[in-house]
């Protein structure tokens, strides 16, 4: 329990604090207007201000060495990342170089170039045996190409033309 006497010097100081408090915002608030003035004099904006804030931060930032070795550790696994990419496309290529020469690809290439030969055959060509994949595809394409324009019925009066 406090006496009278010290609750009476503990509310006086308390009221000195408080009045001075009030004086110290006072200051500060004229200081700042003050800052404010000159800024203005100087040109210096918010923006201007704030670009340098993030400069210093963003360069305070990359000097740590928590931001290089976190730097340093992605560089590292991007490197290895590519590194795995570019074997996994190695070995597709590979794999599909080997499906290439596998019994069943040549099983359905031998399947394409027979039907490739029975429909230029019923196309009007020239029977054609052998050659390249590729060939054969492309001359499966073209002959596919006349069939469809065989098939196709131009219009043969302007009234058709005009429907």
């Not at 305070?60 to 990419?85: C, F, N, P, R, V």
């Not at 590729?134 to 002959?143: N, T």
Request: charged residues 30%; negative net charge; aromatic residues 4%.
């Amino acid at each position: 329990m406090i006496s009278e006497e010290e609750k009476e010097e503990l509310k006086m100081e308390l009221a000195k604090l408080e009045d001075e408090i009030s004086t110290l915002r006072q200051v500060l608030a004229a200081k700042e207007k003050h800052l404010v003035e000159i800024k203005q004099k100087l040109g210096i904006s918010l923006m201007n201000e704030l670009k340098q804030n993030f400069s210093k931060s963003w360069h305070d930032m990359q000097t740590t060495s928590a931001y290089k070795k976190t730097h340093e550790t992605l560089s590292h696994a991007g490197q290895k990342a590519t590194a795995a990419i570019s074997n996994v496309g190695t070995a597709i290529s590979k794999k599909f170089g080997d499906m290439r020469n596998s019994p069943t690809f040549k099983s359905f290439e031998e399947k394409v170039e027979t039907t490739v030969t029975s429909l230029k055959t019923k196309v009007g060509g020239t029977s054609h045996t052998g050659g390249s994949f590729e060939e054969v595809l492309s001359s499966a394409a073209h002959a596919s190409a006349q069939s469809s324009l065989a098939d196709t019925r131009l219009p043969e009066s302007e009234e058709e033309l005009q429907c």
